[in-house]
């Protein structure tokens, strides 16, 4: 692994997050480089780089690096490719993003990752909070472990649609779209494909109740469950600059955009096709 010798990777947090610095995103990566960004991704769920001045081809090439592009079933009506996410917000409270999630959850196989980069950005705020999802379930007790095992959530495209629409970001008719993308169903617990560890898979932009739970056991245990996934023991922060990229595996970490400016930020983001969780 010669060629990865100049990657450094320093973790930001024994959750979750890693700096990696020594390698040039705008060009293709050696195997070797490509091999220790997947372990690095494994290891730490969520990878930081600085000074990536990508063009959206390079953004795009990259990515193809580390599997399919997912196009995604509706995304805000900037830019004019279907694979380049561009998210344009200058007062981004209650758009959605200010809700730990996992993205699109509501499709049968939600994405693998994503990999985001600054285009813009406020003079002060917009940081992104990542949490694991791991350290979420494995910090629950062995008895509510076993217990949420068994159990599988219903996940639904509403109300992330509806706060896109409503805060005109999306042009889209939602009944047209939640008959086109109907409710799926998904273990509350999955387990990761590569390394085998389990994670909490319930969010609140998404999941909107526990198939097996009563209603008002539900009522209960759903806003618990939503509750515990923000505690700051799972968390990393990143201050994002121009030209920084974050890549995270959306099967095991939530995201929480911080809404704290009024300036206008720009970011693009492409994401990776994933596989049906279990």
Aim: overall charge negative; hydrophobic content about 40%.
């Amino acid at each position: 692994m010669a060629a990865a010798a100049g990657i450094r990777v320093v973790p930001l947090t024994r959750s979750v997050g890693a700096e990696v610095s020594g390698v040039d995103l705008t060009r293709p990566l050696k195997v070797e480089e490509a091999e220790r960004l997947r372990a690095a991704l494994l290891d730490h769920l969520v990878l930081f780089f600085r000074d990536q001045a990508m063009t959206a081809e390079q953004h795009l090439a990259f990515a193809r690096q580390f599997g399919e592009i997912s196009i995604p079933p509706f995304a805000p009506r900037y830019g004019d490719d279907s694979a380049m996410m561009v998210l344009d917000q200058i007062a981004p409270e209650g758009e959605g993003g200010d809700a730990w999630h996992s993205d699109n959850t509501f499709m049968e196989t939600p994405p693998m990752g994503s990999i985001l980069r600054a285009v813009e950005l406020p003079a002060v705020g917009g940081d992104t909070c990542f949490a694991s999802m791991f350290a979420a379930f494995e910090a629950l007790s062995p008895s509510l472990q076993g217990f949420l095992e068994g159990l599988t959530a219903i996940h639904d495209i509403t109300a992330p649609l509806r706060k896109g629409i409503e805060a005109g970001h999306i042009d889209a008719d939602l009944e047209q779209m939640r008959e086109q993308w109907p409710p799926v169903e998904h273990p509350v617990v999955r387990t990761h494909p590569d390394s085998g560890r389990k994670a909490l898979f319930v969010n609140s932009n998404s999941t909107s109740r526990i198939v097996q739970l009563s209603d008002s056991e539900n009522a209960v245990a759903l806003p618990f469950l939503l509750a515990h996934v923000r505690s700051p023991n799972f968390q990393c922060r990143f201050r994002w600059q121009v030209d920084s990229v974050a890549f995270w595996d959306n099967r095991s970490v939530q995201h929480y955009a911080v809404p704290d400016y009024v300036e206008r930020r720009v970011m693009n983001r492409v994401t990776l096709e994933g596989d049906r969780p279990y």
